[in-house]
Nanobody
Framework: QVQLVESGGGLVQVGGSLRLSCAAS????????MAWFRQAPGKEREFVSAITWTTSYTTYGDSVKGRFTISRDNGKNTVYLQMNSLKPEDTAVYYCAARTSSIRYLTPDKYAYWGHGTQVTVSS
């Protein structure tokens, strides 16, 4: 059973930066794919980014390409999401997710394990 705990959310002004962390435990992370999704009020959960743990290959959603960077730290069993040039439309609850396969799917139904989420609010 994989446990995921997100941290790093908060309130930031337009153009600012935040780094989210997702600490993972309880699973064999090599071979997993880890992802970030987000959900704004009244909207569906949206794919943000994913990384294959072993290879560090990455995928990004169109709305965050060039602004967000996903990475992972083997020693800390932690996945990060560095968010730069933040916009009001980035405001959402950000969720970390994991699946026990290296394929980086873009839909939430492919991920079996989820954190509780961390709120990111971008103010103008």
């Amino acid at each position: 059973q994989v446990q995921l705990v997100e941290s790093g959310g908060g309130l930031v002004q337009v153009g600012g930066s935040l780094r989210l962390s997702c600490a993972a435990s309880g699973g064999t992370l090599p071979g997993y794919a880890m992802a970030w999704f987000r959900q704004a009020p009244g909207k569906e959960r949206e794919f943000v980014s994913a990384i294959t743990w072993t290879t560090s290959y990455t995928t990004y959603g169109d709305s965050v390409k060039g602004r967000f960077t996903i990475s992972r730290d083997n020693g800390k069993n932690t996945v990060y999401l560095q968010m730069n040039s933040l916009k009001p439309e980035d405001t959402a609850v950000y969720y970390c997710a994991a699946r026990t396969s290296s394929i980086r799917y873009l839909t939430p139904d492919k991920y079996a394990y989820w954190g509780h989420g961390t709120q990111v609010t971008v103010s103008s």
